[in-house]
C-alpha cells in the first residue's frame, strides 16, 4: 500500500517539478519531504532520507528524459 501511495505522490511531485528552476528546487524538496511522511517514514529517521533522495533522484531524471 505505502509503494503505491509512494507512487502516486511521485507522480503529483514531479508534474510540480517538471519545469523547477533553481529557485523552486525548496519547494520541490519541500514537497518531496511531504510525501515521503505522508506514506509514515519519520523525517528523524535514516529510510526518510533515502525516500526523500530516492524521490528526487527520480524526478530529475524524469525531467531529464522529458526534456
Known amino acids: ?3 503505491i501511495r509512494l507512487m ?3 507522480a503529483a511531485t514531479a508534474s510540480v517539478a517538471a519545469c523547477a528552476s533553481p529557485g523552486q528546487y525548496a519547494e520541490q524538496l ?3 519531504r511531504r510525501a515521503c511522511a505522508a506514506v509514515g517514514f519519520d ?3 535514516s529510510q526518510f532520507d533515502q525516500c526523500v533522495g530516492n524521490m528526487d533522484a527520480s524526478i530529475t ?3 531529464r528524459n522529458n526534456g
Open 1 to 3: 500500500m505505502n509503494t
Open 30 to 32: 519541500t514537497q518531496e
Open 8 to 10: 502516486t505522490l511521485i
Open 61 to 63: 531524471e524524469a525531467r
Open 43 to 45: 523525517p528523524g529517521d
